[in-house]
């Protein structure tokens, strides 16, 4: 006695065997090509082997970030957009807190956006960000969707399951048991979002606008498409007919594409009015509030995340590197340890466990923790974890050790700017300055956006006596870091030097 | 020929221009002493032979023919100088620049102080290369004229040829012996070639011509140069009197005196820098320091919170809070400064030093040891720095590396007291009587020392303390107490370039 096919297929949807259900679910087409419930299956099933949360990922490329016109004030306040965040309290300074390649405060989780900050001009754009792992940065987003569907695509031999053109959209709009797989497949398996955006036009008009779910749909779709405000309007229409947390979500996200991260935070806060508690939408604020160097309010939400869900991976790194980088070493070592209890077992943990054990003065176990990470490294951060344990010789004063520490961060990854920077700086220290100007040198083309560089290679300048070379390191040094009082006296007394008749 | 509508300034050259253009030639010459050669090119068409006039004629620009009364009929390059130096003097750069275009255009390049005035703009936009080859053009169009030289020169100066500039200053001393100038920035060049004889000479001659700030300061910085510290506070002490509220000469001139241990003037001086400009961190930094060296601790940390909003990023400042909180006994925010401070600049020693004497006073030894010997291998011939990692390695109970490295101290340092009573107060415990006996007299003997050159001030009193206890026990035998009398040092030191190295961790879970 055999299983009747189609439990089956539900069976193998639901344990999340795909390939397998949409399998049975074409044999069961082509022995009945007009059987609804097979055809919704194989939809779904399609569709789930793509399907990536949209709230989530969100990479803006080149295109939509060099070309924004959607923001809505050119010369805005400090404070109240991405584009210049807040420099007032509870900002990191960099002088404690390292940036990264991109110009924004190391954050303690990488996620799509604290990689790349946004960037001033068509240069920066195109420089990718070391530990982006890729040769060249996201040129556009969409590009990137179209690329899904076309893999997609392969995997059919016999041509698409559903022929989106050839669909009367009209008649499927007003069937609803069918209208939402139907949408789904054609926005995330085949990513044509303007037959999704039709369809979902149609399907919202059918049920006489007053289905929520369609609303949201369609407001995706108008993201996609960059119209933001309209998207804005469906989402809001949406809220009023039904609050859901996916809903008060994407509408931030929206805010925070439109470039008004306060609008964005006040959403989300009405939402956790409404789901008290929520740890998606407490993250989003918490997010947003670090993407706009607030880093004490960040910390703040963290800790209520952390109240609701005390196994949320994200909220104990921030938190954790927060401590760090004010000097509490001894509170970020707890917030790390949890995480490897937790069962975090990579080479970034062990990297930071290792270093707060050495400034909290754990000397044994810190060696040990920076044994593990090396031995969990890959050639993606193995340049890291070498680059700290010369940090770490050059507490201990052995200038020869870390030397070597930093030689070896620079086999790992030749464009590590940080290492040339303080290799730059020990043989400077040493006399040998032709050796620390090329080391600066190469610093300072690699990470346009570090100080340190720039600061150092100009003092080496002013100290030879190269007025003109200094000069315009200082002011790159004070482009990456306004605030720094030694590249302002340094500059200041340059002034007077090239202004001396 | 004259059109006020080419004017691309403001409302009221129209007027001026009407009323100035006959007299051209006074116009620029209000600072700058910019000899303009206008006299002699009466007009293009003969120009080029005036040129050579110049040339060959060594004296100086031939006098105007023209009686005053006769209007030239052609257009004169020199007749916008003044209101190029107008906007120059007004730092009103853009116009500035399109007129000197304008101007250059007209005499194809021909016009001296179109380019000298271009020729600083660049500079001050830090273009030194391009702003060198437009001074080597007004000289060639010139060659008289000291200014150009010196110009020349000092752009080759600022691009680090100190040789070359040295020489066109030399060339233009010829020209004009008696400006200060050119013999200040001839020390400067002589102290970049490392020959501080010359330049010492080269800047008092400077002082004589004309008493300036900045050639006191350089003089005072050979002298520093050359280690001979009592010229340069002599040198500082002239340059006071001759501007009396400068801030940074009095700074200076106080943290030299503390260098040589003269704390009550210094600290007159610094009070005095303070009450002109009151957030001037570097002054507040010392006399800060002064202040915690009397053991005021409160008053220091009032000065530290003015200095710490100015340069957050001071490592010296940090440390210095750090031994604030260290002698008001707040050991964890005093460590926790410290720490700040060692991670802003790794390289200095006297930091690691602190925290090894602070983890000393709360009994962690092994953390001291390891901040000491941090310490030792930046500073490797420190005796104090062997004595306190002495004291670590007695407490850590490995007593004979404590002996090496007390050994070692009283070797680096020959004449500090303490080590060898330390040293006496281990070698006790240890039941080396007779050892101990030896080093106590070396004590005596050192304390002895210090006492004629009169500096037993200095000696905490829980040296003598220790030393009355320990006396009589070398020579009786008791049990005693005894205390380890590490004295607390803080750092009075305030200038030094911190050297910013990106401690930047990588951190990415």
């Known amino acids: ?429 040493k006399g040998n300055i032709d050796q620390a100007r090329v080391f600066f040198q190469t610093a300072q083309n690699l990470a346009a956006l570090m100080y340190e560089p720039n600061f150092n290679y100009a003092l080496l300048s002013q100290k030879v006596g190269d007025l003109q070379s200094s000069f315009s390191a200082v002011n790159k040094s004070l482009e990456a870091f306004p605030e720094h009082w030694d590249s302002k006296d340094l500059l200041r007394q340059l002034r007077v030097e090239l202004a001396a008749l | 020929m004259q059109e006020p509508s080419s004017q691309p300034s403001g409302l009221e050259t129209p007027n001026i221009e009407s009323d100035r253009a006959d007299y051209p030639v006074n116009a620029s010459s209000s600072d700058d002493s910019i000899s303009t050669h206008v006299g002699s090119s009466a007009g293009p068409s003969d120009e080029i032979s005036s040129k050579t006039d110049l040339t060959s004629d060594v004296t100086g620009p031939p006098k105007p023919k023209r009686r005053p009364g006769k209007a030239p009929d052609l257009p004169i390059y020199e007749r916008r100088n003044w209101l190029i130096h107008l906007h120059y003097v007004r730092k009103d750069i853009e116009n500035c620049k399109s007129l000197i275009d304008e101007q250059l255009n007209e005499s194809q390049g021909m016009c001296e102080y179109a380019l000298y005035i271009q020729a600083l703009l660049l500079r001050e936009e830090g273009k030194i290369q391009e702003s060198l080859e437009l001074f080597q053009r007004t000289v060639q169009i010139n060659p008289n004229n000291v200014d150009n030289l010196k110009q020349v020169a000092r752009s080759l100066f600022l691009l680090a040829r100190h040789k070359a500039a040295l020489e066109v200053y030399l060339e233009a001393t010829k020209l004009n012996p008696q400006n200060w100038e050119i013999f200040h920035n001839q020390g400067i060049c002589y102290m970049y070639l490392k020959d501080y004889e010359n330049a010492a000479v080269s800047l008092k001659s400077a002082i004589q011509l004309n008493r300036h700030d900045t050639s006191f300061v350089q003089l005072a910085k050979v002298h520093l140069l050359q280690n001979d510290v009592a010229s340069a506070i002599e040198v500082y002490k002239h340059a006071v009197e001759y501007s009396p509220e400068n801030p940074d000469l009095m700074t200076t001139l106080g943290l030299l005196f503390l260098q040589v241990g003269q704390t009550q003037k210094a600290f007159e001086h610094l009070g005095n820098a303070l009450t002109y400009d009151p957030t001037f961190a570097k002054a507040i930094l010392a006399a800060g320091s002064i202040i915690q060296l009397h053991g005021d601790y409160d008053v220091a940390l009032t000065k530290y919170r003015v200095a710490a909003a100015a340069t957050p990023e001071s490592a010296q400042l940090w440390n210095n809070i750090g031994m604030c909180f260290f002698g008001k006994k707040k050991h964890i925010a005093a460590i926790s400064c410290l720490k700040r401070a060692a991670y802003l600049a790794p390289f200095e020693w006297k930091v690691f030093y602190n925290l090894g004497l602070i983890h000393l006073s709360i009994q962690q030894y092994a953390s001291a040891f390891h901040f000491i010997s941090g310490a030792i291998s930046l500073k490797p011939k420190n005796g104090e720095l062997f004595m306190l990692l002495a004291v670590a390695l007695a407490n850590l109970d490995d007593k004979d590396n404590a002996k090496k490295a007390y050994n070692r101290a009283a070797m680096l ?23 101990a006996a030896k080093q106590f007299a070396a004590y005596e003997k050192r304390l002895d020392g210090m006492k004629r050159d009169g500096k037993a001030g200095e000696i905490d009193s829980q040296v003598y303390e220790t030393a009355a206890k320990l006396s009589p026990l070398l020579q009786v035998g008791e049990k005693f107490v005894y205390k380890e009398s590490s004295s607390n040092t803080s750092l009075p030191e305030s200038e030094g370039y911190a050297m910013s190295d990106s401690s930047s961790k990588s951190s990415f879970v």
């Open chain 1, 1 to 429: 006695m055999t299983m009747d096919p189609l439990f089956l297929a539900l069976s193998l949807f639901r344990r999340r065997k795909f390939e397998e259900c949409s399998e049975i679910c074409t044999q069961l087409l082509k022995k009945n090509p007009y059987d609804q419930a097979a055809w919704c299956l194989k939809t779904r099933a399609l569709t789930e082997q793509v399907y990536v949360d949209e709230i989530e990922v969100d990479e803006e490329g080149i295109a939509e970030v060099l070309m924004d016109d959607n923001s809505m004030a050119q010369l805005p306040r400090p404070g109240t957009s991405l584009k210049k965040p807040g420099t007032g309290i509870g900002a990191p300074t960099p002088g404690v807190r390292p940036m990264s390649q991109s110009g924004r405060p190391l954050s303690g989780f990488v996620r799509p956006g604290t990689q790349s900050a946004r960037p001033g001009t068509m240069e920066q754009a195109l420089r990718s960000s070391r530990t982006a792992g890729t040769a060249r940065p996201v040129t556009s987003a969409s590009g990137r969707f179209v690329r899904l569907g076309t893999a997609s695509m392969l995997s059919q031999p016999d041509g698409p399951f559903i022929n989106v053109p050839k669909l009367n959209l009209v008649k499927y709009a007003q069937r609803q048991n069918l209208a939402k797989s139907l949408f789904e497949y054609i926005f995330h398996q085949e990513n044509d979002v303007r037959n999704a955006l039709e369809l979902a036009a149609r399907a919202t008009e059918a049920c006489n606008f007053k289905d929520w779910w369609w609303k949201v749909q369609l407001a995706k779709c108008y993201y996609r498409l960059g119209m933001f405000r309209d998207s804005e309007k469906q989402l809001k229409s949406s809220l009023r007919d039904q609050e859901m947390v996916d809903t008060y979500l994407y509408l931030a996200k929206v805010y925070v594409r439109l470039d008004q991260p306060l609008t964005a935070i006040e959403i989300l806060k009405k939402g956790i009015e409404k789901f008290t508690g929520e740890t998606a939408l407490l993250t989003g604020i918490a997010r947003i509030h670090e993407a706009l160097n607030n880093m004490s309010d960040a910390v703040q939400v963290y800790k209520d995340v952390l109240h609701y869900d005390n196994t949320h991976v994200e909220s104990i790194a921030c938190i954790a590197t927060q401590h760090f980088y004010t000097d509490q070493p001894e509170v970020a070592l707890r917030y790390f340890r949890r995480l490897l209890q937790m069962g975090v077992y990579n080479t970034e943990l062990f990297n930071n466990l290792g270093l707060c054990c050495f400034y909290a003065q754990q000397y044994d176990m810190a060696l040990n923790c920076f044994e593990r990470a090396l031995s969990l490294s890959t050639d993606e951060n193995m340049a890291d974890v070498w680059y700290n344990i010369g940090q770490v010789a050059l507490r201990i004063g052995d200038l020869a050790l870390s030397y070597q520490c930093f030689r070896l961060a620079l086999a790992a990854d030749n464009n590590h700017a940080e290492s040339y920077n303080n290799l730059g700086v020990l043989e400077f220290r």
């Open chain 2, 413 to 435: 340092d020959q004449n500090d007291p303490v080590i060898c009573l330390n040293y006496s107060v281990l070698l006790y415990k240890m039941n080396e009587r007779r050892n």
